[in-house]
């Protein structure tokens, strides 16, 4: 929404002491902190937990992909929920992270060729539109009716949006050194601005 980033374009120096990104830390912690939009227990609450409050109805919205939308129909069937997009920050266009799943054939593996025949089976639009649970990797697949629906067509409205996760093979530890920043303010233990500020010091010792 702030248009923030974890690493510079280069993916060699941390990001996240960026104004965007201190901004998005600053009114994430406002949420909790200053406008109770979530109970205190947020700090320490996994997906599941969240999951659960909002399938119970004690949570009025929550952040997810499209593959909730199984889980919510098979454990809450009376559950009455929509999809909308996460409006931008004032000033700012929509932004949204995608990630993408893979089809993999290993090197040495038997059966190559009936593997590759496969994978190509798998690819091709109408297969790929019937066999996914988020949204196809291809806009020809995208254009199936089944994506046309309202559980569905925020989120293909929301492709040209877009931009990937940030790919480094330290993800998991920058991951940490952001997760530990968010949990120092919503703690109470520093401020946007310093919490930012030291996790870009250990995020680029990662990536130096």
Do not use: C
Not at 51 to 66: E, H, K, S, V, Y
Not at 147 to 164: G, H, L, R
């Amino acid at each position: 929404a702030f248009h923030g980033d974890l690493l510079t374009p280069d993916g060699k120096k941390s990001a996240f002491a960026q104004p965007e990104s201190v901004a998005a830390l600053r009114f994430y912690t406002d949420l909790l902190v200053k406008h109770k939009a979530a109970q205190p227990s947020a700090m320490a609450n996994g997906l599941n937990d969240v999951n659960q409050l909002f399938m119970t109805g004690r949570a009025g919205m929550i952040i997810d992909g499209p593959w909730r939308q199984g889980s919510l129909r098979e454990q809450a069937p009376n559950l009455k929920w929509s999809v909308a997009q996460l409006p931008p920050a004032a000033g700012k266009t929509p932004r949204y992270l995608t990630s993408s799943w893979y089809y993999t054939l290993f090197r040495g593996g038997r059966n190559q060729e009936a593997a590759f025949k496969f994978v190509d089976f798998l690819l091709k639009p109408e297969n790929m539109a019937k066999s996914v649970v988020t949204l196809p990797g291809r806009k020809s697949a995208a254009r199936d009716p089944r994506f046309a629906t309202d559980a569905y067509k925020p989120w293909v409205e929301a492709i040209p949006a877009a931009v990937p996760f940030t790919v480094t093979d330290k993800f998991t530890e920058i991951a940490d050194a952001v997760g530990d920043a968010v949990q120092q303010v919503l703690g109470g233990r520093a401020d946007a601005d310093k919490a930012a500020a030291d996790a870009s010091r250990k995020i680029d010792s990662l990536v130096a």
